[in-house]
DNA sequence: ATCATTCCCGGTATCGATTGCGTAAAAAAT
DNA sequence: ATTTTTTACGCAATCGATACCGGGAATGAT
């Protein structure tokens, strides 16, 4: 047995009616008798009559759907930010379509032709760490396509973007690392392309140079993946914990580095924070509950989301072209815990 | 300027042609001629065209999409499963439309309505923990749209569902507390409605009695909102600790159970394992790095997600209706570690 | 040269809902 | 009683793609 949902058709015809009778009586238009209206609703209500949304998506050239593509939807910060997406697609209508790169530019070209293909009406996007040929977004950008980006952006397309204040973000950990008496501090980021890395680095660097700390390169490492992988987190820290300058403290850019840096120090048994002080971006929940308690930067994801798909509807309805692009800037939060005070 | 992909009509036209030939020549018909054929797809390559998939959807009444309804989806369980779900729907050319429940039943029919209403072709869902009625599930399944159950299932429903032995997990966590030397062991589940509270309660009680404690049941606790918020599993906890024989080890039956318990240990300061054992379902990802380590009862969320698209996808590409029903089990995985070792 | 067959292709209905236009019947105006 | 207006509804096109049916032209057969 297949799903079959009844139509406009099957009203008219348990009617005696035509269906653009019924139709304009389900919309009460004032060229349909109340008789006739009330005759229609009521079996319109029996019978559970749902308008096809196929059928208007096609009429009206909308699907009234969105498309979000993240790089893992299995990461705390990404499903925040959904979460916050969802919430205000559901009120607003829409369905939420969600497609993954799992940080390869390859899947990411190939969901962003899905996406385009499956008619949704507009793409929210935070870009994969292999990224740094932005020309698949722009080309279905220049289409037509709305978008917003978030957290990892592409820096030169003109399109609405919400991201946190990276550079404060990670210049305040820097420095509250510093104040806690850290002298030599490391930096791991993710993939060098991405504007949040460059935008962590450079707040990392402001709050080293503010305290006439000299910037050493060899205590910035990066992750091609983001973290996503172990061993690539591994690699950073063996390289950073082998330089010349042994750091005391890391300053840690992304969900999966900070949680992967720690693991690290578990398993070569390296102290935190008597021996290496740690502070990260992350959005994990139970930062407090880690040993020890893990301080973090943390993004405000849910309102990221949000913001992010209110900006979406607007622009998908609005009636002209948009021409002035919003990057809204959320604050980073900053919870200080055990691992950054020495 | 609004996203307008290329049609047949617009293939036809440029190549003077009718759509009816347009989309042999795609379809490769025997019909079209070597020529026109070679003439079309190059124009189509060239213009990128893909065929309108609403269109497609209006005529053969599918939407290649699926749903997925959740409690909540930034929930490292729930999230880790629809990482399998779309793993395997983007490889079959389908695509994911979430919903949450947020833990509401009200939530719950809405969003089955609204998936419905939205044309997929089947939905995946594990119900909230307020669900107890599962007539909207039932009566939408009853008109044909197919569905798979996970997790949380509805019992009396015939319908495929992936689960894991849930009795067999709480069983071998039970045992391992008895094992490890705890006496009194206090068992935290979700809602009382929910299969896996009554599967897993099974599993604990069944251990106690296999090793000749007695049941009491005052120290069995339920939290009717799965633990989403931390007040109600607060007071199961208070109600636990001052039990006039309180216990020395708790199991607790989902993720946000367990975490939440270990923060109100780490509030009220009660020293874990030492004063207090505690094994838990969860699917986070780190629980390694929390103090102390947590013991663990680990669901492949992954694999079950991929089981159940599959299982979902075959129902929906099976030409006649499914009336031979499974119920996949697969194992769940105990990680012993400090907070379940005395 | 005439008829039949094959090859290629176009016309049109269909899916469900909307909407501009046309129109019969009833009501109102003259 | 005739004309005008209003009411209340149906017809048909539309959106993009597919598929059944039908038909013109070229080829082959007789």
């Not at 396509?145 to 973007?161: C, N, P, S, W």
């Not at 021996?275 to 990221?304: C, H, W, Y």
Request: aromatic share 6%; with cysteine.
């Amino acid at each position: 047995m297949k799903f079959e949902a009844v139509t406009i058709k099957d009203i008219a015809k348990a009617l005696g009616l035509s269906t653009s009778t019924v139709s304009r009586a389900l919309r009460d238009s004032y060229e349909i008798s109340p008789e006739t209206k009330e005759k229609v609703l009521q079996y319109a209500r029996e019978t559970n009559y749902r308008p096809n949304p196929i059928a208007l998506s096609l009429k009206e050239k909308r699907s009234s759907s969105i498309g979000v593509l993240v790089s893992e939807i299995a990461n705390s910060f990404f499903s925040q930010v959904i979460n916050g997406i969802e919430s205000v697609a559901q009120e607003r209508g829409y369905n939420v379509v969600i497609a993954q790169s799992k940080e390869s530019y390859e899947r990411e070209v190939s969901a962003l032709n899905y996406l385009a293909s499956r008619s949704v009406d507009g793409i929210i996007l935070s870009v994969s760490a292999e990224t740094y040929d932005f020309s698949a977004i722009s080309n279905l950008y220049n289409k037509g396509m709305a978008m917003v980006g978030f957290d990892r952006i592409a820096e030169t397309l003109q399109m609405h973007k919400v991201i946190v204040n990276n550079k404060r973000g990670a210049y305040d950990a820097t420095s509250q690392l510093i104040k806690n008496g850290f002298k030599n501090i490391a930096c791991i980021a993710s993939s060098s392309y991405l504007s949040i890395s460059k935008e962590r680095i450079q707040g990392y660097i402001d709050a080293l140079q503010e305290n006439n700390i000299k910037v050493n390169d060899e205590l910035i490492a990066y992750c091609a993946h983001g973290g996503m992988l172990y061993d690539e987190v591994e690699v950073a820290m063996k390289k950073l914990m082998s330089s010349t300058k042994k750091p005391d403290a890391i300053i840690a850019c992304s969900d999966k580095i900070t949680t992967n840096a720690m693991r690290y120090c578990k398993k070569e048994k390296i102290a935190i924070p008597e021996k290496l002080g740690l502070i990260g971006f992350s959005n994990l929940d139970l930062t407090e509950l880690l040993s020890p308690s893990l301080s973090v930067v943390r993004q405000p994801a849910g309102d990221m989301g949000k913001k992010a798909a209110e900006l979406l509807l607007s622009m998908i309805e609005s009636k002209r072209a948009v021409t002035e692009f919003q990057t809204v800037v959320l604050p980073a939060e900053i919870h200080e815990r055990e691992s950054s005070i020495k």
